[in-house]
């Protein structure tokens, strides 16, 4: 009989628009028309939205039907906009919906809602296909359930617990040792990345209407200049700084004015003619690159899972898919050493929930009720990994999918330290360490309303943020000890001073680290601590310091150093030839 195999599964990612909100589109439904309603909400629905106040329900949904939210956002005309499905958990009277996951989109009020018994699959409306790198093993973060035993007085169980009952429950995750093909997988546990082209930019349009992060529809005063199939890049700024916005999208299908991208904005965007220009990127451009940069933010973005598995006779039929969402990447490892290649470990995960394709238990329900958590959602299997490219099913503009990414890796031997201005050209490994010390947090409220059973966080809190470098370093040649030339400056005398060189009041400073790991012209990771990149005196000034650095006398030849380096903050800056980062 067939099986699934480890070889057969595959995991990819993608970016929220709301806590808890993964992104997928739904336009190829089967509606039932008895059922239907619009959003009753003045400043409408927002992403990461789990309740939901309606009007106008002749008949009203019950709990366990599921619905399509938009795309039609008024009484009178159809607009084309986003539009999802999920499963109604539980009915407030007649006009409040408890959904089964927080909405990936911004819906506007009076947009419909209408329910439907299934979802046709479509290339182009699958998201969740980011490959973060070259990965072996996967920590699904299925549901811990907190199942407690209860002791009652007085009924002679003879020391065993008298009745369980459910606690809360934990979906926590981790992906360890993947390899770095690009960037993409950085930015989670450090905050936003933006996006610029090098060169290329062409014509000139702007925003008409406010956009808001997670819209995949956008609408531009003039789209004559624009086809489907181009390049753009959106709130364009040729130095981009914490404070901007800027990013690079693909048009899949343009309608008049109106856009659609092949992939949510990460950003909300204004339509002031003076801060959000749309320019069009000519890709064929000679020596084009793009650079990304990601910089610190307090809230994390949060990251949706989706975790495929076929069976050894590649039966569809029988695929087997969960779903995480609200995910925040709590920590994360950045490292390499001799020999080896640059990776990454997502090493803690904290999701809110799941969902699955797996609908019925012959003891549950008399084997007819969809089982808790089951949703009709989109099957994410093999040809749809990669970028999206919402290719369009008329053929009219039609993108490969990208598929999993082709770059090399980086290695090793490619990487560059310098430390305190001097260059450490015999670093045998290093590895950092982020973590954002994350709490899952339960509150008293309406999502265990109903046939969900959701008992886990209501939400993901960061907390303190640290930040830590070890480094396995061997003693550069010998030197005049007494020497006042700045190539003096070694790892002995830096851990004796502390960061503090006594030139300021206060005086501890640090100082700067630059690691660089370099594939080809233009093709880059940069690391850079402090963020920009100069270490002074004072709160929030201050770079690295060396907390330990031993120079023990070991069978190692030449003599070995294991730092242990404490540093505040830090910027990560890539150059390569992908666009768009999710």
């Known amino acids: 009989m067939a099986v ?12 929220e628009g709301g806590h808890g909100g993964y992104p997928e589109l739904a336009s190829g439904i ?91 699959a479509a290339n182009k409306e699958k998201l969740i296909s980011w490959v973060p790198g070259v990965y072996e093993t996967v920590e699904v973060p299925d549901p811990e359930q907190a199942i407690e035993g209860r002791y009652l007085l007085g009924t002679n169980q003879k020391r065993n617990f008298y009745v369980a009952y459910k606690g809360q429950q934990t979906f926590s995750g981790a992906l360890g040792g993947f390899i770095l093909l690009n960037g993409w997988p950085l930015r989670y546990p450090i905050g936003k990345v933006t996006s610029i082209p090098s060169d290329g930019l062409t014509s000139r349009t702007y925003l008409s209407a406010a956009t808001k992060k997670g819209d995949i529809y956008i609408d531009v005063n003039s789209a004559s200049a624009l086809s489907a199939g181009d390049v753009i890049a959106i709130d364009h700024t040729a ?17 008049t004015n109106n856009l659609k991208l092949n ?32 910089f610190e933010t307090v809230d994390l973005d949060s990251i949706s899972w989706n975790v495929h598995m076929r069976d050894s006779a590649e039966a569809g039929a029988n695929d087997f898919d969960r779903r995480y969402f609200g995910g925040h990447v709590g920590s994360m490892t950045l490292a390499a050493e001799e020999g080896g290649l640059l990776t990454a470990s997502w090493d ?31 099957s994410i299997n093999k040809d749809d990994l990669g970028i999206p490219q919402g290719d369009l099913s008329d053929g009219s503009a039609t993108y490969d999918s990208s598929g999993f990414p082709s770059t090399e890796p980086y290695y090793f031997s490619q990487g560059s330290l310098s430390m305190f201005d001097v260059e450490f050209a015999r670093l045998r490994s290093f590895s950092i360490s982020i973590s954002n010390n994350e709490e899952p947090r339960y509150y008293i409220g309406g999502q265990g309303k109903g046939t969900r059973r959701h008992r886990g966080p209501t939400e993901i809190r960061e907390q303190q943020r ?16 007494s020497s006042a030339d700045e190539t003096g400056r070694r790892l002995f005398t830096e851990l004796l001073l502390e960061g503090d060189y006594g030139t300021t009041t206060p005086s ?5 680290i630059v690691l660089t790991f370099t594939r080809a012209a233009n093709d880059t990771i940069t690391i850079t601590i402090p963020d920009d990149g100069t270490a002074a005196a004072g709160g929030g000034q201050q770079g690295a310091f060396i907390r330990s650095a031993p120079h023990a006398v070991s069978g190692d030849n030449p003599l070995q150093v294991e730092a242990d380096i404490l540093f505040r903050n830090m910027k990560i800056q890539i150059k390569d030839g992908v666009p768009f980062y999710p």
Do not use: W
């Open 239 to 255: 130095s981009p700084a914490f404070s901007d916005v800027c990013e690079i999208r693909r048009i899949a299908e343009k309608s």
């Open 348 to 378: 803690g995960i904290n999701f809110q929930d799941m969902v699955h394709d797996q609908k019925f238990h012959s003891s549950y329900g008399s084997g007819t009720t969809a089982l808790p958590g089951y949703a009709l959602m989109q």
């Open 4 to 15: 699934y195999r480890s070889d057969q599964a595959q995991l990819t990612f993608a970016t």
């Open 263 to 294: 992939y949510p904005l990460q950003f909300n965007h204004t339509n002031t003619t003076s801060s959000t220009q749309i320019r069009s990127v000519d890709t064929s451009t000679a020596g084009i690159y793009y650079q990304h940069d990601i």
């Open 30 to 120: 089967s509606a039932d028309g008895s059922k239907v309603a619009r959003i009753a909400m003045t400043a409408g629905l927002p992403a990461g939205s789990r309740q939901v106040t309606v009007d106008n329900m002749g008949t009203p949904p019950v709990s366990g039907d599921y619905i399509q939210i938009g795309p039609t956002v008024s009484a009178d005309s159809v607009t084309t906009r986003e539009s999802e499905v999920r499963r109604v958990e539980y009915v407030d009277g007649t006009t409040g919906l408890t959904l089964d996951a927080p909405t990936a989109f911004f819906h506007a009020d009076n947009t419909n809602i209408t329910a439907v018994t299934a979802v046709t």
């Open 508 to 512: 501890m400073s640090g100082f700067a």
């Open 466 to 481: 640290e930040y830590s470098m070890s480094a396995s370093i061997v003693l550069p040649d010998s030197l005049d000890g």
